[in-house]
């Protein structure tokens, strides 16, 4: 069962680890006689003998992996010591397909290793695993250590200890506490057998044969049964990753909201895509919660209905057409306008020099009109070939459509790739000197990421400013379990940057006109609370509308086992103001294993 979660992207050395760890010394690689499984784990992320070789590590095989290039088995000493803190398991790395079976009692002679998944640039937590190994078989048949129960009242509600300021904010010299940090917890059981019961899931199967649930039931519970990240400070500590290490073709198909009834148990892993994972050797029975997809009300006639979706790379070749257009006719009842991100050149990620997208629009708009929706009409810019990020040869860009029935576009003639869209004050009203027209195309701020489009709208003959956005992505920050805390998130530099633009443009529309209204909208990257966000509003020129809902109905995204916001509709006072708008977040592909999309649409709807 492949899994990218499996894959060995590279090791750390004992020299590179211990470089950022100054409590740990190395030595010279010598022989360790009657070395211990929790002896090797140590108090610590970083194994004391580290780079060491070890003579005779005796214990009970409790599960094998042999798929993958991360093959090997779990080992764990059913005689633990009496320190919370030390783990009595340990993954030996074969490197082939393991020639041990669960109950093999063995012993193993290796060098203990810690491999850091995806490489020492990720960032990630080390594994401890003994590597090169000589095994022993010394009897067969044996009762695998119980699993250690991992529950609500075990998980502690803080995540994890402040990073050591003397090792650039690393956590792995520091002595675990797994009373007190979930972090700690969780590595004080690495390699250890371990179960999870009747475990609600917060985050869908995934094609790579992945779920996430929680061990917490109420911990920030959504309305439809996720898990919420509401601040940097509250990361959910009850969210475990599960994965199984039986043949993909038996892994359940979960949505949020679902169960994994009865007892899910394994030993527990560390890879580079979710940290902390649950190795299933057996999975608990799916146990269905019902959830369904959510539709929007419809606009009255005097409302202006404006939505922003993330269409998830869509090219001509993509078979989700209809169902995008049926989200967007059935589930968001035809809004008047609709930012589309992530919309891709006609041949998609072939790499050509191919930049125009009129087959892809022109292809969801006629599933629209199949679907029983109108026949939208669309604007766009084309962008300089390779130079908006995205998949490689895609040519990501934003699209609008709208309604010809219900809106107008003002067209302005001038606008391209590298012409920066101006505002300018006209009989006493803001009007844009090109239309459609991106935002400042040559700032730095947009290298390799993609350049906001701003239009004109008339809506029963007011003008609204739409400005469509597709702020830099998150790849590259820390994941919440790195080893350091808190996490560095390096890519919030380029879009704060790109925020600052955009609120600069924003502010030039009402300095012209104080009362324009003014939409910034579309897939920021960055959640309501975020530095981000506050850049955008500004100081009061933009408000992030989706804060108008409930705490726990506050989700466009769910990633890990946190729902969270990444897609967000900005207003202008003048919107705000007038207090008769309504914003739905529309939850039709984050929560649900058969997504089409990975974002949810939102909508705004307003009286101009």
């Not at 929790?38 to 004391?48: E, L, N, V």
């Not at 214990?59 to 009496?82: C, E, K």
């Amino acid at each position: 069962m492949p899994s990218r979660s499996s894959a060995r992207l590279g090791a750390l050395t004992v020299a590179a680890v211990c470089s950022a760890v100054s409590a740990v010394v190395l030595t010279s690689p010598a022989h360790a006689d009657s070395v211990r499984v929790h002896d090797i784990q140590g108090t610590t992320r970083i194994s004391p003998f580290a780079g060491q070789k070890v003579t005779d590590v005796s214990g009970i095989v409790t599960a094998t992996r042999s798929y993958g290039s991360s093959r090997g088995f779990w080992l764990q000493d059913p005689a633990p010591d009496d320190d919370p803190a030390t783990s009595e398991g340990v993954f030996v790395f074969t490197s082939s397909a393991p020639k041990v079976a669960a109950g093999d009692a063995v012993t193993v002679s290796g060098t203990v290793t810690e491999f850091v998944p995806g490489g020492a640039s990720s960032g990630n937590q080390s594994l401890t695993e003994i590597t090169k190994p000589q095994v022993t078989t010394v009897s067969t048949g044996n009762a695998v250590p119980a699993p250690v129960v991992i529950d609500e009242d075990a998980v502690p509600d803080a995540y994890a200890p402040q990073g050591d300021p003397a090792a650039a904010g690393s956590v792995n010299g520091l002595a675990l506490d797994p009373s007190a940090y979930a972090l700690d917890y969780y590595e004080s059981l690495e390699g250890m057998n371990v179960q999870v019961a009747d475990a609600r899931v917060v985050t869908a199967t995934d094609p790579y044969s992945e779920l996430w649930v929680t061990v917490k039931p109420w911990e920030h519970r959504s309305r439809r049964g996720g898990t919420v990240y509401g601040s940097y400070d509250a990361q959910n500590t009850g969210r475990l990753q599960i994965q199984s290490l039986g043949p993909a073709a038996g892994f359940p198909q979960a949505d949020v909201g679902d169960t994994l009834a009865g007892a899910t148990t394994g030993p527990l892993d560390f890879n580079q895509f979710g940290g902390y994972t649950l190795a299933a050797s057996s999975l608990g029975t799916l146990d269905g919660g019902g959830l369904e997809r959510e539709t929007t009300r419809r606009q009255s006639d005097r409302e202006l209905a404006v939505a922003t979706y993330n269409v998830e790379n869509l090219d001509p070749s993509d078979t989700t057409f209809d169902r995008h257009a049926a989200a967007i006719v059935d589930r968001l009842q035809s809004p008047d306008i609709v930012s589309l991100e992530e919309i891709q050149d006609d041949n998609g990620a072939v790499d050509d020099g191919t930049v125009d997208a009129s087959r892809t629009v022109a292809k969801l708009i006629d599933a629209i009109v199949a679907a029983g929706g109108p026949r939208y009409d669309w604007r766009s810019v084309d962008p300089v070939d390779g130079q908006d990020g995205g998949e490689p040869g895609g040519n990501i860009r934003q699209v609008f459509l709208f309604n010809p029935d219900r809106v107008s576009f003002t067209d302005r003639p001038g606008g391209g790739s590298t012409t920066a869209a101006g505002v300018v004050k006209a009989h006493g009203k803001a009007r844009l000197t090109v239309s459609p027209g991106r935002i400042d195309p040559a700032n730095a701020a947009w290298n390799n990421s993609r350049k906001p489009l701003a239009g004109e709208f008339v809506f029963r003959g007011k003008t609204v400013f739409v400005i469509a956005n597709h702020l830099n992505s998150k790849g590259g920050d820390q994941g919440l379990t790195a080893q350091y805390q808190p996490p560095v998130r390096s890519s919030e530099v380029q879009r704060h940057a790109q925020a600052t633009v955009v609120n600069a443009f924003v502010k030039d529309i009402l300095a012209a006109q104080k009362n324009a209204e003014v939409i910034a909208l579309g897939d920021m990257n960055d959640f309501e609370f975020s530095g981000t966000a506050r850049i955008l509003e500004g100081d009061g020129e933009l408000w992030s509308a989706i804060k108008s809902l409930p705490r726990g109905e506050r989700y466009t995204y769910d990633y890990q086992g946190n729902q969270q916001v990444l897609d967000q509709i900005l207003i202008s006072p003048a919107i705000r103001r007038g207090g008769d708008f309504a914003y739905d977040s529309v939850h039709i592909n984050a929560e649900f294993h058969d997504q089409i999309s990975d974002h949810d649409p939102q909508v705004l709807r307003f009286r101009p």
